[in-house]
């Protein structure tokens, strides 16, 4: 029974420092753009970058893949490359956000609805 005090009291700090989470939590905003990940396929013969909002920014074909002229080998090696991207975005958002939740006093492993 004291345990569902002990939790409460826990939500009652987290909720008086809801002005500074929500503050946080829009720095968080916007620095997604800026967290970039890499991904590449085929020794390097594909790279793609995206950021921390899952976007692409660039996409990298090399010359020997262009002379090759084939068609699903590329498609191939890109989606590849950018599916290895957004997943290491993916850690670089969540690695942020366990920081960040860290700094704001929550307990570990607790999700942040609406960062991402």
């Known amino acids: 029974m004291f ?18 989470m929500r503050e946080e939590m829009e ?13 590449d396929a085929g020794a390097g013969m594909v790279k793609v970058r995206v950021n921390g909002r899952m976007e692409v920014l660039k ?19 890109v989606k590849a490359a950018t599916n290895q991207a957004m997943e290491r ?10 920081k960040m939740a860290a700094e704001l006093g929550m307990p570990p492993g607790m999700n942040l609805p609406g960062l991402t």
């Open 59 to 77: 996409i990298e074909v090399g010359e020997d893949l262009w002379k090759m002229n084939d068609r699903e080998m590329l498609e191939d090696l």
């Open 27 to 39: 720095k968080f905003r916007q620095k997604l753009p800026t967290l970039i990940a890499e991904g």
């Open 89 to 98: 975005a993916k850690q670089l958002v969540a690695e942020e956000t366990s």
């Open 3 to 20: 345990d569902m005090f002990r939790g409460m009291g826990a939500l009652g700090g987290l909720l008086s420092n809801l002005p500074k």
